[in-house]
């Protein structure tokens, strides 16, 4: 015996993934290590006043979720966005309510573009329907089966190929609505890009419609205290070894290198960090990871000043081709019920190509360039920004590419290791990452994980 710290379970990464983890085995001996000095991970926001100012993810999956049944066990609920959703600027237009299928016709373009927007936009609706019927689950198919069935949909071409050759400002159009997935139309498979388009054209029926009024960072505020001294914030591991205990996780803490052992360890890192983690003890896993892409986003949470009401009250989120950011948000919008409060807070984002571009230059030259496009967006921005921070996201999500359907069965063979005793849980299960998958694979990690205890391991 060593007289090291000993858990039944180690959680590696306090984002919604290890903490849905930890939060379902709580009443195990359960340790989560967070590299980061908060958790939470890509969900990040900061309070100010009664608004927060959102940096990362922050639209919420519906109730009966697994983020929702969290959200509910902590006492806390989400309240639908009412804003519009699906707004787009394109030159000095800017549309914020009314059918996409519209646009073509509402947006400043001539003839010839028109007719390849409405053409291309007209194929994705389809194909959306054709995604929507894929998905439906099957008499007498479990779920590895429908998973199988969805994965081979579109898999062998990329979404530019679906979309066919488009002139240039229509091409735009399109790659700042697939730069939410933090990727190039010509990168993404085609069913990834369809995916996109199911989870952000749906309005209310969206599989991602809701907010938590006081912002991603009051979950993890609750879930931190909650959770207590099963988390260690500042901990950020840097080898999993085998042990005769089940593993050694060795991690750099504040001032130095400790190391606890874990029968199970369920890995809540994203892919470029996971698969280092894994390379000697599961070389399968880290295989599998390796061929998971990610894309960086680029976002400056913005703080308002005004006194009265704003153009983009009504807006939620809009894309905006053709500028430094592809997507405007109004987090305050769920607040806009009722009267005009004074202040406000705004996010846009670049995702993909634009954002690794824009990391190359200062925090201070990306803020002046999103800065200008948005006055020049909204001229009512204009003298009424208090405050305006960016952050940086290199893997800012996960997407998919042709030839997805061979990953994912290697994904989803765990437990990993010579003594089963590694899982995986993040947002890289599906498509395109959201904080629903990575709750999910979170909460099924966990599930097998108490399997695993309850059973002794029978590896012992
Ligand atoms: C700008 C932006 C907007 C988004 N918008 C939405 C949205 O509206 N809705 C939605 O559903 N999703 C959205 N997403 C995606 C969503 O944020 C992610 O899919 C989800 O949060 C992933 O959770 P995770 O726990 O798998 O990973 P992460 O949130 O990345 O958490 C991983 C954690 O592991 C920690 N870590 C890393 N390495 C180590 C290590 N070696 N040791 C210990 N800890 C480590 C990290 O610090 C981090 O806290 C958005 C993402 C971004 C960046």
């Known amino acids: 015996m060593t007289g090291e710290e000993s858990y039944d379970v180690v959680v590696v990464g306090g984002g919604i993934a290890g903490l849905s983890a930890a939060w379902s085995l709580r009443d195990r001996r359960v340790l989560v290590l967070e590299a980061g000095d908060r958790l939470g991970g890509r969900m990040y926001s900061q309070p100010f006043g009664e608004y927060w100012i959102n940096f990362g993810a922050h639209l919420f999956p519906p109730p009966g979720s697994a983020v929702d049944s969290i959200i509910r066990d902590l006492g806390m609920a989400t309240v639908p966005v009412e804003g519009g959703m699906s707004g787009m600027a394109l030159g000095d237009r800017i549309l914020t309510h009314g059918r996409v299928e519209a646009y073509p016709l509402r947006l400043p373009l001539t003839g010839g573009e028109r007719l390849a927007f409405a053409r291309a936009g007209a194929k994705l609706q389809l194909g959306v329907r054709r995604y929507q019927r894929a998905a439906r689950s099957r008499p007498g198919e479990d779920a590895e089966a429908r998973n199988r069935r969805l994965f081979a949909f579109e898999d062998e071409r990329t979404f530019a190929d679906f979309l066919g050759p488009l002139p ?130 680029l976002s400056l949470g913005i703080r308002t000043s005004e006194r009265g009401a704003m153009p983009w009250d009504g807006v939620y989120a809009l894309s905006t081709p053709e500028r430094s950011f592809s997507m405007f948000f109004n987090h305050a919008q769920v607040l806009r019920r009722g009267p005009r409060r004074p202040d ?36 009512a921005s204009r003298g009424i920004v208090a405050d305006a921070t960016v952050q940086r996201w290199q893997v800012g999500n996960v997407y998919s590419r042709p030839g997805r359907r061979e990953v994912q069965p290697r994904l989803e063979a765990g437990p990993f290791g010579a003594r089963r005793n590694l899982h995986l849980a993040g947002d890289y299960f599906a498509h395109l990452g959201s904080m629903e998958t990575a709750a999910g694979a979170g909460r099924e990690a966990a599930r097998v994980v108490a399997a695993s205890l309850r059973e002794g391991d029978p590896s012992q």
């Not at 009051?218 to 901990?235: C, D």
């Not at 089940?246 to 960090?273: F, I, K």
């Not at 705004?346 to 496009?373: K, S, T």
């Open 168 to 297: 240039p400002r229509v091409a735009q159009i399109f790659a700042a609505l697939a730069n939410r997935a933090t990727a190039e139309p010509a990168q993404l498979s085609a069913a990834c890009g369809i995916h996109l388009f199911v989870m952000v054209w749906q309005g209310r029926d969206s599989l991602i419609a809701f907010n938590l009024v006081g912002g991603p960072g009051a979950l993890f505020a609750a879930l931190g205290e909650r959770l207590g001294e099963r988390v260690r914030t500042s901990a950020q591991v840097t080898a999993i070894a085998a042990d005769p205990a089940g593993a050694r996780v060795t991690y750099s803490g504040a001032a130095d290198e400790r190391s606890v052992l874990a029968r199970q360890v369920v890995v809540a890192v994203p892919p470029p960090t996971a698969a280092p983690l894994l390379r000697e003890l599961a070389p399968e896993a880290a295989g599998a990871l390796d061929a998971v892409p990610t894309g960086p986003f």
């Open 344 to 379: 406000g807070s705004l996010m846009v984002y670049a995702g993909g190509d634009a954002a690794a571009r824009l990391m190359e230059l200062e925090d201070g030259q990306v803020r002046d360039r999103f800065l200008a496009d948005l006055y020049d967006l909204f001229p």
